[in-house]
Antibody, heavy 119, light 106 residues
Framework: EVQLVETGGGLVQPGRSLKLSCVAS????????MSWTRQAPGKGLEWVAS????????YYPDSVKGRFTISRDNAQNTLYLQMNSLRSEDTATYYC????????????WGPGTMVTVSS | DTVLTQSPALAVSPGERVSISCRAS??????MHWYQQKPGQQPKLLIY???NLASGVPARFSGSGSGTDFTLTIDPVEADDTATYFC?????????FGGGTKLELK
């Protein structure tokens, strides 16, 4: 059974940093691209970052480019999201998602971890 | 970015057929996918590439469309289908999601 479990969320002040982790199990982690997708409270979904199965390439939307960094440790089956220079608009639940490369959809989602950016 | 427009809400009775629409601001070929999100839960993949049923999803769910207009159909609707349904396109960069359609049962 595919499982994705995120940790690391919490309350952080604007301008500070936070690092999220996602431990994967139930599939061969290093065979899949992985992504982070977020959802602001009561709002829709926004793709945040993706990483190739080897970790050699990463992709971001303009809204987080230069502030967020996605990475992975295939030996530990773990995905990370380093978030710097956080803003109030980054407040959201962050989901770890397995990405299917061929058509770039997300076939498994973790339960999410909440990040609140507030002073 | 490609904007995906969905109706905010629908209300149907159990046993009926419901169609949830998603319109793209520009063509997305058939690279449209659908997710179901129940309250307090993470999204779940229902349909990928417009019409392909994801593993374990009941055959009551189906998808259609290409280009700019897409539809998710549930037939028949069951009480457990109360949820918000999101479409997502991946033809244009970046991948984007619709605002979601909240399905309520009468």
């Amino acid at each position: 059974e595919v499982q994705l479990v995120e940790t690391g969320g919490g309350l952080v002040q604007p301008g500070r940093s936070l690092k999220l982790s996602c431990v994967a199990s139930g599939f061969t982690f290093n065979n899949y691209w992985m992504s982070w997708t977020r959802q602001a409270p009561g709002k829709g979904l926004e793709w945040v970052a993706s990483i190739t199965n080897s970790g050699g390439s990463t992709y971001y939307p303009d809204s987080v480019k230069g502030r967020f960094t996605i990475s992975r440790d295939n030996a530990q089956n773990t995905l990370y999201l380093q978030m710097n220079s956080l803003r109030s608009e980054d407040t959201a639940t962050y989901y770890c998602t397995r990405a299917r490369l061929q058509y770039w959809y997300f076939d498994f989602w973790g339960p999410g971890t909440m990040v609140t950016v507030s002073s | 970015d490609t904007v995906l427009t969905q109706s905010p809400a629908l209300a149907v009775s159990p046993g009926e057929r419901v169609s949830i629409s998603c319109r793209a601001s520009e063509g997305v070929n058939s690279y449209m996918h659908w997710y179901q999100q129940k309250p307090g839960q993470q999204p779940k993949l229902l349909i990928y590439k417009a019409s392909n049923l994801a593993s374990g999803v009941p055959a009551r769910f189906s998808g259609s469309g290409s280009g700019t207009d897409f539809t998710l159909t549930i037939d028949p609707v069951e009480a457990d289908d109360t949820a918000t349904y999101f479409c997502q396109q991946s033809w244009n960069d970046p991948p984007t999601f619709g605002g979601g359609t909240k399905l309520e049962l009468k």
